[in-house]
Each structure stands twice: as C-alpha cells, then as structure tokens.
C-alpha cells in the first residue's frame, strides 16, 4: 500500500506560478511512474504531466511549455512547478502512483485545490 500526501495548492492570479508536492510512502515509488491528474467542477479527471522511473515525461497538451514535472526518488517526492496559470487551469490536483507489478493498480493522493482568479 502506498500513502500520497498533496500540498502547494491554493489560490493565485493568472500569469502567476505554483508549485505542487507529493510525498510518497512505500518503497515502489522509485520503480515506478508517478504523476499527476486533475479535475474541475462537472469535468471528469484529466492527465496532466507523468514521469516514469527513469526520467522521461509526459505533458498534457494543454500544459506544454508552462508546467514541469520533476522527481526526486531518494525523498520519495514528485514535484508540478506550474507556470503562466490561466484560469481554466482551475481543479483540484491529485497526484498518483502507478503499481509496477499491477499497472492497472493505482494509488492515489487526496487531491489539492488550485484556483487562478484575478
């Protein structure tokens, strides 16, 4: 079982810049890919940045260029530095562990809000 603690979140003005934190229990997490998903009101969960175990990242279309995820496997952590918000970018944020002996097993945090408004 793996525990995920969020934090970072809260309230910022758009152009503005947040960093996102989860810290991981278990000894899988550096075996494995991390990340993040979020969800807005009436909208289902989207995928935002993944980085596997060895480094290589995936970004969501719409965060290219602005958002940057980053590891850190000897604390256990995975990191979303979130640049150029924009309103839209409006969700909680929830950040996952993908079980490497179970892919379709995923463990999540308990989410952290994020609101861009002027």
């Known amino acids: 079982q793996v525990q995920l603690e969020e934090s970072g979140g809260g309230l910022v003005q758009p152009g503005g810049s947040l960093r996102l934190s989860c810290a991981a229990s278990?000894?899988?997490?550096?075996?494995?890919?991390v990340g993040w998903y979020r969800q807005a009101p009436a909208k289902q969960r989207e995928l935002v940045a993944t980085?596997?175990?060895?480094?290589?990242?995936n970004y969501a279309d719409f965060v290219k260029g602005r958002f940057t995820i980053s590891r850190d496997n000897d604390k256990n952590t995975v990191d979303l530095q979130m640049n150029s918000l924009k309103t839209e970018d409006t969700a909680v944020y929830f950040c996952?562990?993908?079980?490497?002996?179970?892919?379709?097993?995923?463990?999540w945090g308990q989410g952290t809000q994020v609101t861009v408004s002027s």
């Open positions: 278990g000894s899988i997490f550096r075996i494995t890919a």
């Open positions: 996952y562990v993908q079980n490497p002996f179970r892919p379709n097993t995923i463990y």
């Open positions: 980085i596997t175990d060895g480094g290589s990242t």
